[in-house]
């Protein structure tokens, strides 16, 4: 049987994160990372917006400040990003501190979609000259921690410590392997929102602000705007009974080529639900809300103008072609439709306040033919027990990365890689 010192799943950012850490502080271990899809490496591919302040990142209760400035200290060195410039932001923090709402002044850097791809190259290119092994289209099973073995589609190896990382789509498959540990878990925490696209014009903060996050009352925030060569995408997941649904999200192009531009922005405005007993399972939850709105939209996401959900009716297919104020949306495929007949009223209702905050803060964002994609759902809160604090969850084995609820993007899941290496190393 093949032996590893080190076997990482996921070559995402957390995977990533631990192996060059463990290159450049034991050069000597025998590393192998192994990913399921054919091509590396996770969400890096999407986007790759890279914010570089706390807390953006990195759930409060894995993370002090202290703590993680010191890891996103050697994030920003390993990165040296080109921080993005913001303009004119003590103006919208003001309108925003007088409606008890808040926008953080974060430092962020934007490669696009494309640039990701690039950095991804050049990260694989690095650990391949270092000597890391990395296993594409080979995915890991189950675990067998007695033995120090795992057997994955291909193979069973050994490994002498692991580091498993498999993100937001493998939070069922960490779930599994958590069974097999018996390794307490909860995940009562879940994200419910909407993706909103606009026309740059009536959202202009992004020429001064590339990502804005605004935080308002009732657990409510922006998450994840693009704009540039922005697009509205959907990721189509699989409930643990077998039923199809979709969540919609959004990346961007990087281009500094005006005529490739569009003139539309997109984010997601998402309230934090805490469930207790007796259902405290947010998976289930947002399964559940996923599937009733997949069968509302015969299989597709839905999409609301705004003009039409103020009206209080749903949008017609008419909705999108005849309106004189209209943009394409850029999803195609989604259902015109009322997205409160599949929103729970307390997440509609704290969702909208929000947004009329914020079209007070930017007006223009709630124009009429603003389109709302419905659902954006976030599963992040895999809350394993750890045993120590770098993410060890029992005998040489360790988690990171979003799937594990240790972080919520690319810098802060690459700190959690680098946190757990240095357990696997010590
Ligand atoms: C459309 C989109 C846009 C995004 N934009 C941004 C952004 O701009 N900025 C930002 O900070 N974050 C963004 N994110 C979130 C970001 O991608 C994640 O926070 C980050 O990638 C998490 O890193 P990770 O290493 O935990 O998991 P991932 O990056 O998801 O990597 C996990 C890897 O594990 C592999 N895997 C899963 N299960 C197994 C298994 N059983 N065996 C083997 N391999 C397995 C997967 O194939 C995957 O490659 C975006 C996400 C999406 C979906």
Redesign the pocket.
């Known amino acids: 049987m093949d032996y590893y010192d080190i076997v990482i799943?996921?070559?995402?950012?957390?995977?990533m994160g631990c192996a060059f850490t463990i290159i450049k502080e034991k050069p000597s271990l025998k590393i192998l990372i192994?990913?399921?899809?054919k091509y590396s490496?996770?969400?890096?591919r999407?986007?790759?917006?890279?914010?570089f302040t706390y807390p953006i990142?990195f759930p409060l209760d894995y993370w002090e400040k202290d703590v993680a400035n010191s890891y996103l200290e050697e994030v920003t060195e390993f990165f040296q990003p080109n921080i993005l410039d913001k303009k004119n932001i003590e103006r919208y923090q003001k309108r925003a501190t007088r409606l008890g709402c808040e926008l953080l002044e974060i430092k962020q850097t934007h490669l696009g979609t494309d640039g990701g791809l690039q950095l991804i190259k050049d990260l694989l290119k690095r650990l391949d000259e270092n000597g890391v092994e990395l296993a594409l289209d080979e995915?890991?099973l189950s675990i067998d921690a007695e033995s120090h073995a795992i057997s994955t589609s291909k193979r069973c190896l050994n490994y002498g410590k692991i580091l498993i990382?498999?993100?937001?789509?493998?939070f069922q498959?960490l779930q599994n392997v958590m069974k097999s540990l018996d390794v307490p878990y909860i995940d009562n925490i879940v994200d419910i929102g909407v993706r909103v696209e606009t026309k740059v014009d009536h959202y202009p903060i992004v020429k001064d602000y590339y990502d804005p996050k605004f935080y308002f009352p009732e657990k409510v925030r922006t998450f994840?705007t693009n704009s540039g060569r922005a697009h509205v995408?959907k990721?189509k997941y699989v409930t643990s009974r077998g039923d199809d649904w979709y969540s919609v999200?959004g990346?961007a192009y990087s281009t500094t080529n005006k005529e490739q531009q569009s003139d539309l922005v997109n984010f997601a405005i998402l309230k934090t639900v805490k469930l207790t007993a007796p259902l405290a399972s947010g998976q289930q939850y947002a399964e559940n809300l996923g599937v009733n709105a997949y069968q509302l939209g015969g299989g597709k996401p839905l999409m609301q103008r705004v003009g039409d959900f103020r009206m209080g009716s749903r949008s017609k297919e008419a909705t999108f072609n005849e309106d004189p104020y209209n943009f394409e949306p850029s999803l195609k495929g989604c259902c015109p439709s009322d997205i409160s007949l599949a929103m729970p009223a307390k997440v509609l209702r704290a969702i909208w306040k929000a947004m009329k905050n914020l079209d007070t803060i930017v007006p223009g964002v709630l124009h009429p033919s603003t389109i709302m994609y419905y659902p954006e759902i976030k599963l992040y809160a895999n809350k394993p027990t750890y045993l120590d604090d770098h993410f060890k969850v029992a005998e040489d084995i360790y988690f990171a990365?979003?799937?594990a609820g240790t972080?919520?993007?690319?810098?802060g899941?690459w700190a959690s890689g680098i946190r757990a290496a240095r357990g696997m190393i010590q």
Request: charged share 20%.
């Open positions: 799943i996921g070559s995402g950012p957390a995977g192994l990913d399921k899809n490496t996770g969400g890096m999407n986007d790759c917006k890279m914010n990142g995915e890991m990382a498999p993100g937001r789509q493998g498959f994840c995408v990721e999200n990346h990365g979003d799937g972080s919520r993007g690319i810098t899941a």
